[in-house]
C-alpha cells in the first residue's frame, strides 16, 4: 500500500470522527417509540397497504401525506417490514441517518475533485456541519430521519451520476432524480436544480435525460394533489426576507438563542457576503465544471429555504429538522472559497479561522441538541399515544392509539409490548 493511500485512509479516519459521535448520541436517544407524524405516516400507512390489492397498493406509495409525496420512505417502510415481518422505529431511525453518511461521502467525493491536495479541511466542515446535533428532530425520529435526508440523499445520488463521465450512468442519475421528485415536498426542487446541472454540462445525453425526468415526473406530483393548510404559513414579503436572512446564519447558534441576538445576525451577513463572493456569476466561472456540483448543492439548499420560508413560519426560530440546508450551504461555500482564492496568500488564515468557527458553532449546536433530544424523549415517554401539534392537537392522542392498536392487531408493531422495556426511563422522565 502507497503512503498516499495511507494518509487518504488517516483523512477520512478524521472526517468520519463527528459522525462517530453523532451515532453514539443518536443510539443513546432513539426508543422503538412511535413520534408525532409517525403514526399516520408509518403504522397507519402500512394497516392500509396491508389490505389493499396490487394496484391500491401502488397509489399508497404515492399517496400524499400532508403537503409531501413519500415514495422513497415507504419503499423503506414496505422493504423493512417484509423483511423483517415487523417494525422497529429505532432501525428506521437508523436506516434514516445512514443516508446522511452517503451525502458526506458524496461531498467529499466533489471537494476531493474540487481541491485535489487540499481537501481535507472542507471535508472535516462538511463532517461538522451534515452530522451537528442541531438537526436533533431528524436525529431521533423514524419519519423525519428518513424522508426529510431522504431527499438530499437521492439528489446527490443522482448529481453524483450525471458528474460522471460514463454514458451507462445516465440511466442511473435520471432514475434517482425521478425518485427525488416523489421524495419529499421539497423534491421537484431538487429535480429543478438537476435539470440546470445537466444543462450546464451541455451534455446533450444528460440533458435529454435530466430534462425528460423533470418535464413527466414533477406534473405527477401534482396529480390527484390536494393543498394543506397547516396555520403555520406568513407569505408576506417582510416575513420571507426575515426567514431567509435567519436561515443564513442558522448553523451558529448561539446556545438555546438561535436567532435575534447580534452574533447570529453578523453569521447571518457574513454567510450571504461569502454566497456573493464564491456562487458564479461570470462566464469565467460558470464554465469552471468542477464547481458546478456545489454550487448544485448551494442552490438547492437556497431554494428549499426559500420556500420553508414561505410556507413555514420560522421568524424567531427555525425547526431543527430544516437546518441540514444551511449546513449544506456552509459546507460548499467553505469549499468554493478555498478554490476561487487558493492564489491569496490570506486564504489559509481565513480558512483556519472559519473552520474553528464551525467548530465552534458544532460544540455549542451540540449542548443545544442534546438538550432538545432529551427533551423530545421525554415528551415521548410522558405522552402516550402523543401525535403533537401542527396540523393535529394533542387531544388527538386518541388517534394515535386507535392506529397503534390496530397495528398491533394486525403483528405490525405493538406499542404497549416496547413502552415495557422503557419503564426505567419513564419513571426517570417524570422526575424531571
Known sequence: MKITDLAVYRNYLVIFIPVLVYYIVVNHFSLNLP???????????????????????????????????????????????????????????????????????????????????????????????????????????????????GVIFFFMLSLYYYSLNSKYTIWLALLFQAVCTFANGNGIIGSFVLLLFALSLC???????????????????FFHYHKVVTGASRNSIPTVISNMFNFAGAHFVIR????????????????????????????????????????????????????????????????????VY?????????????????????????????????IGGYVLNSYDGWKGMDRNRKELLVHEYYIGSGIWEPSDSAMGRNVSDKACLMKIYCQEEH?????????EALKK
Open 203 to 221: 451534455n446533450r445525453a444528460k440533458i435529454y435525460a435530466a430534462v425528460s425526468a423533470f418535464v413527466i415526473f414533477a406534473p405527477l406530483y
Open 35 to 149: 413520534y408525532h407524524d409517525d403514526y399516520l405516516a408509518v403504522l397507519k400507512f402500512l394497516e392500509s397497504y396491508q389490505t389493499a390489492p396490487f394496484m391500491s397498493k401502488v397509489a399508497l406509495l404515492l399517496h400524499q401525506h400532508n403537503e409531501h409525496r413519500m415514495l422513497s420512505s415507504r419503499l423503506i417502510y414496505v422493504i423493512y417490514y417484509n423483511l423483517t415481518g415487523g417494525l422497529n422505529f429505532r432501525a428506521l431511525i437508523f436506516i434514516g441517518n445512514a443516508q446522511m453518511v452517503v451525502v458526506l461521502l458524496i461531498l467529499v467525493y466533489f471537494i476531493r475533485k474540487l481541491l485535489v491536495n487540499n481537501w481535507l479541511l472542507p471535508g472535516i466542515a462538511a463532517s461538522i456541519c451534515l452530522f451537528d446535533l442541531s438537526n436533533y428532530e431528524n436525529s431521533t425520529w423514524a419519519m423525519a430521519s428518513i424522508a426529510n435526508y
Open 256 to 323: 438555546e438563542y438561535r436567532h435575534g441576538i447580534y452574533p447570529a445576525m453578523l453569521f447571518s451577513l457574513i454567510t450571504i457576503a461569502v454566497l456573493i463572493i464564491v456562487l458564479p456569476f461570470t462566464k469565467k466561472k460558470i464554465a469552471q465544471k468542477e464547481t458546478l456540483p456545489l454550487v448544485a448543492v448551494v442552490y438547492f439548499a437556497m431554494a428549499t429555504m426559500l420556500v420553508t420560508s414561505v410556507v413555514r413560519f420560522c421568524s424567531h426560530q427555525i425547526s431543527s429538522r430544516y437546518l
Open 419 to 427: 413502552r415495557k422495556d422503557y419503564v426505567d426511563l419513564y419513571n
Open 326 to 358: 444551511p449546513h449544506l450551504i456552509e459546507v460548499s461555500i467553505f469549499a468554493l472559497f478555498i478554490y476561487w482564492h487558493k492564489a491569496s496568500k490570506f486564504q489559509p488564515r481565513v480558512t483556519y479561522a472559519w473552520l474553528v468557527l464551525l
